[in-house]
């Protein structure tokens, strides 16, 4: 079945960027996300990029998406404390007009002060 | 925009006993809405997919009698925990979204069986 994996834990200094990396195996991806969960709450919607898309920048965010090799990246420029947490990846697929999610297995990243 | 609550944010409850949790989008109308349940320290596991008006579609091994899922409003969606056992303690999280893509997420619901 479809997968989405991703490295466990990330560890950066305050003010380094970080890398969080994403595998999938699902081709037919129409969207994939990026969502952050701090600690006892919900998960917060980052960015998204659409599947035909290499790049997407949001401020300090910065997407990549290599679709030949089904993996994406999700890089914090100048990474601050706030920015610990969760990240989740998430990929979409829609069949039917209807769309179906699948969410990898988080990366807790801690960040140094 | 785009903001989900769930209500309530914790809950504590007896063997045996039932619980409602409710799931509303506040300022959008959500055809369809999602409940989620997250053990600690690993990924979302969708547990049913419900839309406004009909009856919820569950994930293969989630017991449809033992969670009732209500989708009674395009603003509403509830989700029963009926008899409860220490095992169906967990973190509960809905999403919502209307006819597009994106899925909003509420903040979840902290569920301890004692």
């Known amino acids: 079945g479809e997968d989405v994996e991703q490295s466990l834990f990330l560890s950066v200094r305050e003010g380094d960027s970080s890398v969080i990396n994403c595998t999938y195996t699902d081709s037919s991806s129409t969207y994939l996300y990026w969502y952050k969960q701090e600690p006892g709450a919900g998960l917060q919607l980052l960015t998204y990029?659409?599947?035909?898309?290499d790049m997407k920048q949001d401020q300090r965010l910065t997407v990549l998406l290599n679709k030949k090799d089904k993996h994406l990246s999700l890089r914090i420029a100048d990474t601050q404390t706030g920015d610990s947490a969760i990240y989740f990846c998430a990929e979409s697929t829609r069949d039917s007009g209807t769309y179906k999610y699948i969410f990898g297995t988080g990366t807790r990243l801690k960040v140094l002060a | 925009g785009a903001v989900v609550s769930q209500h309530p944010s914790r809950v504590i409850c007896k063997s045996g006993t039932s619980v409602k949790i409710e799931c509303r989008s506040l300022d959008f109308q959500a055809t369809t809405m999602f409940w989620y349940r997250q053990f600690p320290k690993q990924s979302l596991m969708l547990m049913a997919t419900?839309?406004?008006?009909?009856?919820?579609?569950?994930e293969q091994g989630v017991e449809k009698d033992k969670f009732l899922i209500n989708h009674a409003s395009l603003t509403l969606s509830t989700l029963t925990v009926t008899s409860a056992h220490p095992e169906d303690s967990s973190f509960y999280i809905c999403?919502?979204?209307?006819?597009?893509?994106?899925?909003?997420f509420g903040p979840g619901t902290r569920l301890t069986v004692t």
């Open positions: 999403s919502a979204k209307t006819g597009g893509h994106e899925q909003y």
């Open positions: 990029i659409f599947s035909n898309m």
């Open positions: 419900s839309n406004e008006g009909s009856k919820a579609t569950y």
